[in-house]
């Protein structure tokens, strides 16, 4: 599959769409318009790629809604050559969105048919990231800190593991909630032992899940 001129003309009209429902960091915009969402789709779904909507992927999971990913992205306030920490693959499309941001990516997947497809996926189109199969609860303590973390499903608890994984100065952006809908939450730490907490809103994501899929 090809990213052609209609592809990209489909893109920018998404983005003009991104934009008019608040993303003003141009940054992320220009992101997503690098980024070929069709490609990370099935090939059923590929007309609808440029909707700002979600769709599934497999394994429970979905590509999420361009606006979602812009909104997390915007609130993440990445930085070129920041180290992130992702804490789930899914698709990888989030994974490529930051990337094209000049981020050097870490990212975790539990789901393990998911992170073998991405993992070979994602380096076909240029994206080279750090691929991890595991519990994102855990985060990469091994890597840490870290100066970015992005959760891309909804917590039910605050991960105190990803917390502490932050560099003083880094970001920590969580949706917290139930399965009904999640608060977007946004963390800064301040010190060793002092985070300042906003909300920004009520969105619905998969739930973040313990542990990993054999």
């Keep these: 599959m090809k990213d052609t001129y209609r592809h990209k003309g489909l893109r920018k009209i998404l983005v003009e ?44 999971q979905t590509i999420s809604q361009p606006f979602t990913v812009a909104f997390q992205t915007q609130l993440l306030d990445v930085r070129r050559h920041d180290k992130v920490l992702e804490i789930g693959t899914g698709s990888g499309y989030q994974t490529a969105v930051l990337m094209e941001m000049g981020a050097t990516v870490y990212t975790i997947e539990r789901q393990r048919d998911l992170y073998l497809k991405t993992q070979s996926f994602l380096p076909s189109i240029g994206y080279k990231a750090n691929f991890f199969y595991g519990d994102g609860y855990e985060g990469l303590e091994a890597y840490a800190p870290f100066d970015r973390i992005l959760v891309t499903a909804g917590a039910t608890e605050m991960p105190e593991k990803l917390k502490s994984q932050l560099k003083t100065g880094g970001i920590l952006v969580v949706p917290l909630g139930d399965s009904g809908s999640q608060v977007m939450t946004r963390i800064v730490r301040k010190s060793d032992d002092e985070f300042e907490k906003t909300e920004h809103g009520r969105f619905v994501f998969v739930p973040l899940l313990k542990g990993r899929t054999m």
């Design 17 to 60: 769409e991104v934009r008019g429902k608040g993303i003003h960091d141009t940054r992320v915009l220009e992101a997503l318009m690098k980024v070929p969402r069709h490609l990370f789709m099935d090939t059923g779904l590929e007309r609808f790629a440029y909707k700002d909507q979600a769709f599934p992927i497999g394994s429970g």
